[in-house]
């Protein structure tokens, strides 16, 4: 969330940042925004119990109100239904820290340790009904250190992830990411679009546009 309301600053970005929803009233995200100038609701998920539909009924109303045109998803723990997801297709997008379609769900860097994998990262995607299913809009890839532990490896791939999201909103913002037969395709007036941050030989992420 901060990593895109800083993006949004600069004059040129092709998306504003305007409104913060967060389902946990207390959550330190809430008092970053208002200390930027963002508007922020609070909507907490508990009173409605095991009524999803009616959560998100009075979450679509907020998004209504303010116009919303593209949602992000960061750290919202909570599944959505179809219908809600199918309203929102091609303008919903979800951080995911693996290089989907690897180690979905919860635990994806002990998911990676524990494969013995090189290289993990992180994968901004659009939202469908299965969970870190959808079309893939860009990635960003970190090594995978042999003294890596669960909290190291997260830390270095939280770099990344701060990095790429305001990348993958740039591009859906600019309409250079389209839903085309269930693929999610980068396309420019310039021509082919770059959506990869890769590991250089030392380390820190090189590339990407």
């Not at 389902?23 to 925004?33: D, K």
């Not at 524990?114 to 290289?119: E, L, S, W």
């Not at 999201?165 to 839903?179: E, I, M, N, S, T």
């Amino acid at each position: 969330m901060a990593a895109l309301i800083a993006a949004a600053q600069d004059p040129n970005y092709p998306a504003q940042i305007v409104l913060i929803v967060s389902n946990q009233p207390h959550a330190p995200g809430l008092t970053l925004a208002r200390q930027h100038g963002v508007a922020c609701v609070a909507l907490d998920h508990r009173p409605y119990g095991q009524d999803r539909t009616a959560f998100e009924r009075d979450l679509q109303t907020i998004l209504d109100e303010h116009a919303i045109e593209i949602v992000c998803l960061a750290g919202f723990m909570r599944l959505f239904t179809a219908p809600f997801v199918q309203h929102w297709q091609g303008r919903m997008l979800n951080i995911h820290p693996s290089l989907l379609p690897s180690f979905r769900g919860l635990d994806p860097h002990g998911q990676a340790l524990r494969a013995g994998v090189k290289i993990t990262g992180a994968t901004v995607h659009f939202v469908v009904t299965e969970t870190d299913a959808g079309p893939i809009v860009a990635q960003g890839a970190v090594p995978v250190l042999e003294n890596d532990t669960t909290d190291t490896l997260e830390a270095r791939v939280l770099a990344v992830e701060h990095r790429l999201y305001p990348l993958a909103l740039r591009l859906v913002a600019q309409g250079c990411a389209r839903l085309i037969g269930g693929r999610c395709v980068l396309a420019a007036a310039g021509g082919v679009v770059d959506a990869l941050l890769v590991p250089s030989d030392h380390g820190p992420l090189s590339g990407g546009h």
